[in-house]
């Protein structure tokens, strides 16, 4: 959105700036006296008309005004009283380096409560955080590792594997402003370890009695 505004801003001033170097530069005579019909006239000179500047004013004007009512706007944190990863850490039994990646670099969007930055205060980052995370969750929530069965705990550290193994999780977004979220080979091999005798436990519980 800021972006969007600046460049709105920077073209109104190319806009103002080319207008005034060929006022000054007698170009405007130049051009409006015929001979260079059929050519490019700036629009900003035909008749004094400042049209395409006033709406693209109105445009930068109007995303102030949504960007300032949008701020009214916050979308419901992600912050449970009773926090509780309790049986997933009790089931899996992540090793303590496992434990620290876990949650510096999952539980934000992966659980039931997430450690917001300053700037989530600010919309419409804050939309976009809160829709990182109703997708992480959507897709595995450490919080609610109970209402898996075997089945779906296994098939859930499968794709940590898969997603760890590949670079996609963290979120690159994520690591952008998180460098401690960031993995290191070794780390990712830890987590991928733990993962993999984890999976063990799971499918050795699926087998029929
Ligand atoms: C910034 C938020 C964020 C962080 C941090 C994050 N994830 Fe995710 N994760 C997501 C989102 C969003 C999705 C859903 C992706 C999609 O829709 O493709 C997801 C999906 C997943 C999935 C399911 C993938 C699938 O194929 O369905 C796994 C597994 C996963 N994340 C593991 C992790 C692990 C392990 C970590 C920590 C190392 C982690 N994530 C960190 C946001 C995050």
């Given at each position: 959105m800021i972006y969007i505004i600046q460049f709105f801003a920077e073209l109104i001033d190319i806009h103002r700036i080319s207008a005034n170097w060929l006022l000054v530069s007698g170009y405007n005579e130049f051009y409006l006296s015929?001979?260079?019909?059929?050519k490019y006239i700036h629009p900003c000179l035909i008749n004094g008309n400042n049209k395409p500047m006033k709406i693209l004013k109105k445009i930068a004007l109007f995303m102030l005004v949504v960007l300032f009512a949008i701020q009214f706007i916050r979308p419901e944190k992600n912050v449970s009283e009773t926090p509780d990863n309790a049986v997933f850490e009790e089931e899996t039994n992540p090793p303590e380096e496992v434990m620290t990646i876990l949650t510096s670099s999952?539980?934000?969007?992966?659980?039931?409560?997430t450690k917001y930055?300053?700037?989530?205060?600010i919309a419409p980052v804050s939309f976009w955080i809160a829709d990182h995370i109703e997708h992480g969750k959507g897709h595995l929530d450490f919080s609610n590792?109970?209402?898996?069965d075997s089945k779906k705990k296994d098939h859930k550290l499968e794709e940590v594997i898969e997603t760890v193994e590949s670079g996609e999780m963290p979120l690159r977004e994520y690591t952008w402003t998180h460098s401690e979220a960031r993995l290191t080979d070794a780390q990712r091999e830890a987590v991928i370890e733990w993962a993999e005798t984890t999976r063990l436990l799971y499918q050795l519980d699926q087998k029929p009695q």
């Open positions: 015929g001979k260079m019909k059929n999952c539980y934000d969007c992966h659980s039931d409560n930055p300053w700037y989530n205060n590792w109970d209402s898996y």
